[in-house]
């Protein structure tokens, strides 16, 4: 067996960059257009798929259609404010790339979106909000249902990008 010096170390920093490359930051933040259904027999349009969303602060159980494609993602955040909310949610206030405000504007500047359509947002694997669009939104877009850890790991995913 080697004892050379260096190598109790080395191996030392060999295992902690490891577990810290392990460590992961990204956090999967997807806005859709979604409709509310009305009835359960008539199926999503094509290309859409059919959601069941839990209920929240905002809004109550409810089945809702979304489209394959989000109309923006965790990349076109550039920067947030996040705000405890009374249900012990965090909402963020996202500011938004170029992208993000060119897709959103086009989307809530069309007067058949505002008040009968709704954004549902997903953080990673789950359905954290769903709430009707109120008015235009352009170069920032209010977010509702994080949990705090979330916004942690958002924040750190817009800070190693």
Known sequence: MDH??????FLT???LTAAACGRSDQISVRLYPALLVTDRAVPPPAGWERIDYAGGARGGQASYDV????LITEWSIV?????AQPDCTRAVVARL??????????FTGDPENLKKRHLALRIDDRWA????????????????GFTREEVERLERHLASR
């Open 13 to 15: 920093i060999l295992a």
């Open 129 to 144: 909000d769903v709430g009707p669009v109120l008015g235009p939104v352009r170069d920032r877009v209010p977010l509702y």
């Open 4 to 9: 050379r010096p260096w190598t109790i170390p």
């Open 67 to 70: 489209p394959a494609e989000p």
């Open 79 to 83: 920067a947030f404010r996040g705000a």
């Open 97 to 106: 790339n170029a992208y993000g405000e060119k897709r959103m504007t086009e």
